[in-house]
């Protein structure tokens, strides 16, 4: 039997009232998701901050900018690895220098005694941080210190007899052991390109010898042992610093005790 006239009318408001009900249950699902994806992230990054205060030593506020990817942090959780997390961290105290770190991470666990897949950081140290460097960069006092095209160049003067006399070198950096080393590349004296060697073996051996020789940095005692000095680079503004860890655990000794040099 068709429909009274009444009848319609009530079946057309409930199937709208259903459809509300349902709309509403989908905004309310999809709400829910947002707060509790925006929950998870906060706690990630907070999670994050932490341990990289503990592990740079940093003050408890020290500001970061940490990337957690695009993808649902949820999703992520639930296969129980956080697909990569960035993190870059200004002003990082590194003994006598500051520097910027950069960290990449790739494959980080929820277990937290399983290692990450990747570790990669990076320490930019600019020009004028370098130069508090100069005890190690060489033995004798010196005038002048910049950066250059993958070198330090640096500047003094000596006293040869009665005359004053202008010496400069390029300096490169490598890295040894969790050490920068500084070693003498070229050297300039009074103007004119001179053989180390030559210098070493004439009237300014004394000297060149304490400016020449190559000095080193212990930087792996200011960073947590997980994480080795791999390669050291020049740019016209920064001395870099490439770091590498292998079996990193987030939360564990490997970023809260420092390093050694051999």
Same mark, same amino acid.
């Given at each position: 039997?068709?429909?009274?006239?009444?009848?319609?009318?009530?079946?057309?408001?409930?199937?709208?009232?259903?459809?509300?009900?349902?709309?509403?249950?989908?905004?309310?699902?999809?709400?829910?998701?947002?707060?509790?994806?925006?929950?998870?992230?906060?706690?990630?990054?907070?999670?994050?901050?932490?341990?990289?205060?503990?592990?740079?030593?940093?003050?408890?506020?020290?500001?970061?900018? /940490? =990337?957690?990817?695009?993808?649902?942090? +949820?999703?992520?959780? !639930? %296969? @129980?690895?956080?697909? *990569?997390?960035?993190?870059? &961290?200004?002003?990082?105290?590194?003994?006598?220098?500051?520097?910027?770190?950069?960290?990449?991470?790739?494959?980080?666990?929820?277990?937290?005694?399983?290692?990450?897949?990747?570790?990669?950081?990076?320490?930019?140290?600019?020009?004028?941080?370098?130069?508090?460097?100069?005890?190690?960069?060489?033995?004798?006092?010196?005038?002048?210190?910049?950066?250059?095209?993958?070198?330090?160049?640096?500047?003094?003067?000596?006293?040869?007899?009665?005359?004053?006399?202008?010496?400069?070198?390029?300096?490169?950096?490598?890295?040894?052991?969790?050490?920068?080393?500084?070693?003498?590349?070229?050297?300039?004296?009074?103007?004119?390109?001179?053989? /180390? =060697?030559?210098?070493?073996?004439?009237? +300014?051996?004394?000297? !060149? %010898? @304490?400016?020449?020789? *190559?000095?080193?940095?212990? &930087?792996?005692?200011?960073?947590?042992?997980?994480?080795?000095?791999?390669?050291?680079?020049?740019?016209?503004?920064?001395?870099?610093?490439?770091?590498?860890?292998?079996?990193?655990?987030?939360?564990?000794?490997?970023?809260?005790?420092?390093?050694?040099?051999?």
């Amino acid at each position: 039997m068709a429909d009274t006239p009444i009848e319609q009318p009530i079946k057309r408001r409930r199937r709208i009232g259903w459809l509300i009900g349902l709309g509403a249950l989908v905004v309310l699902l999809v709400v829910g998701y947002v707060v509790a994806e925006g929950a998870a992230r906060s706690y990630a990054s907070g999670r994050i901050h932490d341990e990289l205060v503990a592990a740079f030593d940093l003050e408890a506020d020290h500001p970061m900018d /940490i =990337d957690l990817g695009g993808g649902s942090l +949820l999703l992520q959780a !639930a %296969s @129980g690895t956080v697909d *990569a997390v960035d993190v870059a &961290i200004d002003d990082v105290a590194l003994g006598d220098i500051a520097g910027d770190i950069t960290l990449a991470a790739t494959g980080i666990p929820l277990d937290t005694d399983k290692p990450a897949d990747t570790i990669a950081a990076t320490a930019t140290v600019d020009e004028a941080n370098v130069a508090k460097l100069r005890d190690y960069l060489s033995g004798v006092q010196l005038d002048s210190i910049t950066l250059g095209d993958g070198v330090i160049d640096v500047s003094t003067t000596v006293k040869a007899l009665f005359l004053t006399v202008p010496v400069s070198a390029s300096i490169a950096p490598t890295a040894a052991d969790g050490k920068l080393v500084f070693t003498p590349e070229t050297v300039t004296v009074n103007g004119a390109e001179v053989s /180390i =060697d030559d210098l070493l073996s004439g009237p +300014l051996a004394g000297v !060149a %010898s @304490g400016f020449l020789g *190559a000095q080193s940095f212990c &930087i792996a005692q200011y960073l947590p042992s997980a994480i080795t000095l791999d390669d050291v680079s020049v740019t016209n503004d920064d001395l870099v610093l490439d770091f590498t860890g292998q079996n990193v655990v987030l939360g564990g000794s490997g970023l809260t005790a420092k390093g050694t040099c051999g």
